[in-house]
RNA sequence: GUCCCCAUCGUCUAGAGGCCUAGGACACCUCCCUUUCACGGAGGCGACCGGGGUUCGAAUCCCCGUGGGGACGCCA
C-alpha cells in the first residue's frame, strides 16, 4: 500500500515554526516510503480565512523546498462533497438535525460547567428509539450533528504517543454542518482524509482529542481509519507555549532574519525527533532516515543558539554562488547594487567561516564596498603617533609590490622588523584605517580582496 | 471542573531490563592555535521529578503522588 501522508494548514495567518514542521515530518515520511505528499488548505472557516494567508503558507513552504505531489485542494471548492456525504448520513441516520440555538447552547455550557462537568451536548435533538423529539422551531434553522456511539471505547495505538483509549461517553454529537449549511473542520478533514485516501495522519498534538470523533465518524462511513501520529507543540526560547501574541513568527521571518533554509530545516527535523547521535544532516540523508518511532512524546523548546550554530555550519558550506545571490540581495538592502561579483565572491569566502548569520555576513563584508564608518574608541587606540610612521612607511611600499595576500604579508614582516616592533603595532591601525573597526580575518587577505587602489587610498586619508 | 497527554544535563536529545560510574549536540568555562575578532582543536561543568512496587538486576515495566501541557466552539 502507499503511504500517503498530508499537510492541512488552515489559511488564518503565516506558516509560523510548529507548522512547518509538522509539514517537514509529513513531508519526509511520504518521501522516506516513495509516497505522495498532499497539501491541502482547510478554509471552510470564511470568516477567518484569507487568500493573504493562503500564498503566506504557499510562499512559506517554497522557501523551505517542502514540494507537495498533489494539491493544493481547497476544502471551499469541495462543498458539494460533503453536501453529498452529509445527505447520505442523514439518510442512514448516522446523523440529525438539532434545532438549539447558539444561546441555548452557551446556557447550556455555562450551567455544565458550574457543576463542575464536562461541557458538552446534553443530545436533546438525538433521535432514538422510543424517545419523542420536540416540535423544530420554524425560526432556528437546524445544525447537523453526527450521532455519536454512547458505549464503548474508541482506541487507537498513535504512532508517537502509544495506544489512547476514550470512552465514548466522554464524546458528545459534534456538530457537522452549520446553520447555513457549511460542514464543520471534524466533517471535513474524515471526508478528505478518506475521499483522498490518506494513510498517515500526521498532526498537531492538539487535535489528539478530535481524534476519537474522527474516527467513529470513518466507522460510521465504512471508511478505512488511518494511522495517527501527534506531535508535541514546539514551546518558544523562553518555555513559554507560542502564540500570535508571543513569539509566533512566520518561517519567512528567518529568511528576514538571516537564516538558510537549509538550518532553519536541520533545526526543525531534531526537535522532537532523533536519529542516533546524528545532528547534522541534509534533507536528503533526513528523508532516507525519517521514522515515526524516534518521535519525542513530549514538548520540545526552540533554542535560537543551536538554530544559530547550524546556520554557521550552512554558511560555510553552502553553494558559495547561491551565497553570493543572497548575499547580494542583502547588500542591495543596505545600499549596496554594485558589487562586482568577483570581489563579493572572494570576500564571501574569507568571511563565511565566522558568521552565523547572512545578515551579519552582509554588513560584516559591507567596507568592501563602500568606505566604513571608523569606531572612534578603535581609532584612538590604534592609530596613534607611534603607529603613524609604520603605517606611512609601509603604505610606501605597497605602490611596486606584487598585489597577493603573501607579498603583502612579506611587507609586513619586513616594515615591522625595521621599526622593531610587534607585528599588531602594524596590523591593528591597519584593520581600522580599512575596515573601520579593529576585528577581521587576516589582514594581507582583506588588502589583497580590497585592492590596491583602495588599500592605499584608505590608508593615505589617515596620514594626510 | 472533566477528559487526554507528557516528565533524562540550562536547552535539543541517545537510551526498548544488565552494554549506564547515563552517551552526543547547543550554550557555558579552561587551555591550545593566533595578527585582533572569529573559526577550529583538546578538555571541563552538568541530568534519569518524588514515593512505592515487579525483578537477581530499573533511566527503562506497573501503581500512586507532584509538576507541566493540551482539549472541552455553528475555530481549525
Not at 467513529?216 to 506531535?231: C, I, S, T
Request: aromatic share 8%.
Amino acid at each position: 500500500m502507499q503511504v500517503r501522508t498530508r499537510f492541512a494548514p488552515s489559511p488564518t495567518g503565516f506558516l509560523h515554526i510548529g507548522g512547518a514542521r509538522t509539514a517537514l515530518f509529513s513531508w519526509a515520511y511520504a518521501k522516506r516510503f516513495q509516497g505522495r505528499f498532499v497539501l491541502r488548505i482547510e478554509d471552510t472557516d470564511v470568516a477567518r480565512s484569507t487568500p493573504e494567508a493562503v500564498q503566506a503558507i504557499l510562499d512559506g513552504m517554497h522557501w523551505l523546498g517542502l514540494d507537495y505531489d498533489e494539491g493544493p485542494f481547497y476544502q471551499m471548492q469541495r462543498m458539494d462533497q460533503y453536501k453529498v456525504v452529509i445527505q447520505n448520513m442523514l439518510a442512514a441516520g448516522t446523523a440529525y438535525l438539532c434545532y438549539c440555538s447558539k444561546e441555548e447552547l452557551d446556557a447550556l455550557r455555562e450551567q455544565q460547567m458550574q457543576q463542575g462537568q464536562k461541557p458538552r451536548y446534553d443530545g436533546r435533538w438525538r433521535p432514538e428509539a422510543g424517545k419523542v423529539l420536540p416540535a423544530p422551531p420554524q425560526d432556528v434553522p437546524p445544525v447537523v450533528r453526527f450521532k455519536n456511539p454512547t458505549a464503548g471505547v474508541v482506541a487507537w495505538d498513535d504512532l508517537v504517543k502509544g495506544r489512547i483509549e476514550i470512552s465514548n461517553t466522554e464524546l458528545d454529537d459534534v456538530i457537522i454542518a452549520r446553520a447555513d449549511g457549511t460542514p464543520t473542520y471534524n466533517f471535513c478533514v474524515v471526508v478528505d482524509d478518506w475521499e483522498m485516501n490518506i494513510t498517515h495522519v500526521i498532526r498537531g498534538d492538539d487535535h489528539v482529542n478530535n481524534t476519537p470523533r474522527q474516527i467513529n465518524m470513518l466507522n460510521a462511513l465504512g471508511a478505512k481509519v488511518p494511522e495517527y501520529a501527534h506531535l508535541s507543540m514546539i514551546l518558544g526560547d523562553d518555555g513559554q507555549k507560542l502564540s500570535k501574541r508571543h513569539g509566533a513568527v512566520s518561517v519567512m521571518q528567518y529568511d528576514e532574519e538571516g537564516y538558510l533554509p537549509e538550518a532553519v530545516l536541520n533545526y526543525l527535523a531534531r526537535l522532537g525527533w532523533s536519529h542516533g547521535d546524528d545532528e547534522v544532516f541534509d534533507m536528503q540523508q533526513f528523508c532516507t532516515w525519517f521514522d515515526l518511532d524516534h518521535i519525542t512524546p513530549s514538548a520540545a523548546q526552540f533554542n535560537t543558539e543551536k538554530l544559530n550554530w547550524l546556520n554557521a555550519h550552512y554558511i560555510k558550506t553552502c553553494d558559495i554562488g547561491k551565497l553570493a545571490q543572497d548575499i547580494a540581495k542583502r547588500l542591495a538592502q543596505a545600499g549596496v547594487s554594485d558589487a562586482p561579483p568577483a570581489q563579493l565572491a572572494s570576500a564571501l569566502q574569507l568571511y563565511r567561516e565566522r558568521a552565523n548569520n547572512l545578515n551579519q555576513l552582509a554588513q560584516d563584508i559591507h567596507f568592501f564596498f563602500t568606505l566604513p564608518q571608523a569606531n572612534a574608541a578603535d581609532v584612538e587606540k590604534h592609530i596613534t603617533p607611534e603607529t603613524l610612521p609604520i603605517v606611512a612607511d609601509f603604505a610606501q611600499k605597497l605602490q611596486t609590490i606584487d598585489w597577493t595576500a603573501e607579498a603583502i604579508h612579506a611587507v609586513m614582516n619586513e616594515v615591522v622588523t625595521t621599526h622593531q616592533v610587534k607585528f599588531p603595532k602594524l596590523a591593528m591601525p591597519l584593520r581600522v584605517m580599512l575596515i573601520g573597526i579593529a576585528q577581521s580575518p587576516s589582514i594581507d587577505q582583506v588588502m589583497m580582496i580590497l585592492g590596491r587602489e583602495a588599500s592605499i587610498a584608505r590608508i593615505n586619508a589617515y596620514l594626510s
